[in-house]
C-alpha cells in the first residue's frame, strides 16, 4: 500500500548463471537506460558465489554507460530479491524457471529478457492504468503472453558469452540493449 507522500520505487531484477557476465552487464545497461524513472535496478546468479567481482569483459562494457563497475559484488538469488522485484528478467529459460520454483508468487511477473522484450513490442499501449508505469507495462505484456505464438526453444535464451572475447561480450551487451528498449518504449506509454 502507497504511503501517503512517499513515492513507492519499482524494482527490476536482472538474473543469470552466477551473477558475472550477463546479468550485471544487463543490470548496468538498464541503469543508464531507465534513470529518469522511479526504478532500482538489480542482478543475481541462480548459481553465483556472494562477493565475486564482475567478469573483467563485462566490467568494461558495464564501464562503457558511464558507471564505475568496480564496487560491483556478485550475489546468489535468494527467494526475498524475487519477492521484492516488481519485473524479474532472466538469461534463460532455465532460470526462470529456478525464480518461479523459489517464489512461486512471482511467476506473473518473471519473464525471460529476450521473452518480455517481444511481449513489450507486440502489448497493446496501456490505456490509463493504475498504478506506476512499470506495474501497469509488465500487467501490459502479461496479457500479450496469451496472443503471441509460442517462439522457438532458442529464442527466449541470451547466449552465455563466458569463455569468449570482449567481442562476444560486446555482442551480448547488444543483444540486451536490443531487448530492454522494447521494455522502455512500453513503460513509456504506461507513464
Do not use: K, W
Request: hydrophobic letters at 45%; aromatic letters at 4%; glycine letters at 8%.
Amino acid at each position: 500500500m502507497p504511503t501517503r507522500g512517499v513515492q513507492m520505487v519499482d524494482g527490476v531484477l536482472f538474473v543469470c548463471h552466477a551473477n558475472l557476465c550477463r546479468s550485471p552487464m544487463a543490470e548496468f545497461l538498464a541503469r543508464r537506460l531507465l534513470r529518469d524513472l522511479p526504478v532500482t535496478v538489480t542482478s543475481a546468479g541462480t548459481d553465483a558465489v556472494d562477493g565475486g567481482t564482475m567478469h573483467p569483459y563485462a566490467g568494461a562494457v558495464a564501464a562503457r554507460t558511464g558507471a564505475d563497475p568496480a564496487a560491483f559484488r556478485t550475489r546468489r538469488l535468494r527467494p526475498e530479491h524475487l519477492t521484492r522485484a516488481t519485473l524479474v528478467l532472466t538469461a534463460t529459460r532455465r532460470q526462470r524457471s529456478v525464480c518461479t520454483a523459489l517464489a512461486p508468487a512471482a511467476l506473473h511477473r518473471t519473464f525471460t529478457l529476450r521473452q518480455f522484450a517481444r511481449l513489450a513490442a507486440a502489448a497493446e499501449a496501456p490505456a490509463g492504468g493504475s498504478g506506476s508505469p512499470l506495474r501497469v507495462a509488465v500487467a501490459a505484456a502479461a496479457r500479450a503472453r496469451g496472443r503471441l505464438q509460442p517462439a522457438t526453444l532458442d529464442a527466449d535464451d541470451l547466449g552465455d558469452p563466458i569463455g569468449g572475447s570482449p567481442a562476444d561480450f560486446r555482442r551480448c551487451a547488444e543483444e540486451i540493449e536490443r531487448s530492454i528498449r522494447p521494455v522502455l518504449a512500453l513503460i513509456g506509454t504506461a507513464g
